[in-house]
């Protein structure tokens, strides 16, 4: 449990999500790394990826498990879109004011982007996600963050 208090954690608490938080090594651990670090499957700690469209539109936010990677093509084909990209580092963390390691849809709740998620989620009734700031992970239920976040659900992650 970790005594965390953050823009995450008290929407959660103020929205009474249950959640358990995890403090993790401030550096950037990926999500595979940070599933070792707490001791939980790597397919349940899912890692958010700023996806953009070249045309005007808004920012995506894929939450894609841990062990795999958001396929641009199965991501744009459910969401309609003809052509999708994955930003640097730096525009992802421009675009979104959070540090790579750190970026969560959590944070970001009206501040413009859709958010997907993978299908894969439907198989655990939680899942771990960024706590919004690096070194911090939250395990909250997958409902709590559909309704949260507004969030639909693709097909999209690939080995």
Do not use: W
């Not at 960024?130 to 969030?151: H, N, T, Y």
């Amino acid at each position: 449990m970790s005594a965390i208090r953050n823009n995450v954690t008290r929407l959660l608490d103020a929205h009474r999500v249950p959640y358990q938080a995890f403090e993790l090594p401030a550096e950037k651990l990926g999500a595979v790394e940070a599933a070792a670090y707490m001791g939980v499957p790597a397919d349940q700690v899912f890692k958010t990826i700023v996806v953009t469209r070249p045309e005007k539109g808004k920012p995506i936010l894929a939450l894609t498990p841990g062990t795999l990677e958001v396929d641009l093509k199965a991501l744009a084909a459910a969401l309609g879109e003809k052509k999708l990209v994955i930003p640097t580092q730096k525009e992802a963390e421009r675009l979104t004011g959070l540090q790579a390691g750190g970026i969560s849809p959590l944070a970001l709740i009206n501040r413009g982007f859709q958010v997907i998620i993978d299908e894969a989620a439907l198989l655990f009734d939680e899942i771990y996600i960024s706590g919004g700031q690096r070194g911090l992970d939250i395990r909250l239920p997958v409902k709590a963050l559909v309704e949260l976040c507004e969030a639909s659900f693709a097909d999209f992650a690939r080995g």
